[in-house]
């Protein structure tokens, strides 16, 4: 009788590594966390990798053979052919060889792939995707990632450098983004974009209610959705927003055509207040209409477990 496969799945954050062991329907046996080590060029981060992989075998009651493989997702630009993280500018990481040194300590198969790429698969086999062959996901947080899946596999682009969709420009010539450029989505739909805006229209306008409760200095992505049912201006910012990510939207929407779209991080938990404008306006603005190709846009479901789940999917 084959002994059943049970799967590692590491989730790099800038803090902490985030980590489960599940089995082949992704249910978790085991969590666990590390901290993501001394910024030393990568040494300490491997060491806190396989301590904790050791520890999650050893928590989820099964032998280290029972396991088929590690998954990691790590942000940067990954070299996955070659399980190198080529850049990670927050974790100090340039051309590391993390897949070599975890697969020498923990005597495992080891595959990586982009942080956001993780979180996709994560979502597209268990999460708010699983019943769909295409599908991409868009997390609106610090900045804007993606990543997308076509036939039901993982899409990378040439040496898993593609997918860069918070890097799309929807405004020439507007904000400056840290990649260099102007203009780009994460500088407009972004959650850091959304507190950036509430902050200059409650400076812009002194009479808004948002200054009952909040400063310029102390709004979240929140506020402007507190407010937008009793404030104009936190409903001009609100409006805005949704105008901005509908059109990076939309533009994904063209280039890939999936079946969903699945958008994640702490601004979507407005749920439908966000997601019901925006989708109407995808629908209106997309090419040909949606009456041959339909498209599905949800709040992505599986939150802080995307990223851990979609890396133990890199091994099954």
């Known amino acids: 009788m084959e002994m059943k496969k049970y799967f590692i799945g590491i989730d790099i954050g800038g803090m ?105 698969l994560g979502e597209a086999k268990f999460g708010a995707g699983k019943r769909y062959d295409n599908a991409v996901l868009i997390t609106l947080g610090t900045g804007v990632g993606g990543g997308v899946i076509i036939d039901g596999k993982l899409f990378e682009g040439y040496k898993s450098a593609g997918t860069e969709l918070g890097h799309i420009v929807i405004q020439e010539g507007g904000n400056p983004c840290t990649c260099g450029r102007k203009g780009c989505f994460e500088t407009y739909a972004s959650a850091t974009a959304l507190i950036n805006s509430t902050a200059r229209a409650m400076r812009e306008n002194k009479d808004s209610a948002m200054w009952n409760t909040y400063t310029p200095e102390t709004v979240t992505g929140k506020t402007a959705f507190e407010y937008m049912d009793c404030d104009k201006t936190a409903k001009k910012v609100v409006e805005e927003y949704v105008r901005y990510l509908a059109s990076g939207l939309t533009s994904i929407a063209n280039i890939f055509r999936p079946q969903i779209i699945m958008l994640g991080g702490g601004v979507c938990n407005q749920g439908e207040r966000l997601i019901a404008p925006v989708r109407e306006m995808v629908k209106r603005e997309i090419f040909g209409g949606t009456d041959y190709a339909d498209i599905e846009i949800v709040k992505a479901t599986l939150g802080n477990l995307a990223g851990s789940l979609g890396a133990a999917s890199l091994i099954m």
């Open 16 to 120: 902490s590594v985030k980590g489960v062991a599940v089995d082949k329907d992704g249910k978790i046996l085991c969590e666990g966390t590390a901290p993501t080590g001394d910024k030393d060029g990568g040494n300490s981060l491997a060491e806190n990798v396989c301590e904790l992989i050791q520890r999650l075998i050893s928590d989820s009651g099964h032998a280290a053979t029972e396991f088929a493989g590690v998954g990691v997702g790590c942000p940067g630009v990954i070299d996955s052919k070659n399980g190198v993280v080529v850049f990670a500018g927050n974790l100090s990481l340039k051309n590391f060889p993390l897949v070599e040194r975890v697969q020498k300590s923990v005597k495992l198969p080891v595959k990586i792939t982009n942080d956001a790429n993780a979180a996709a």
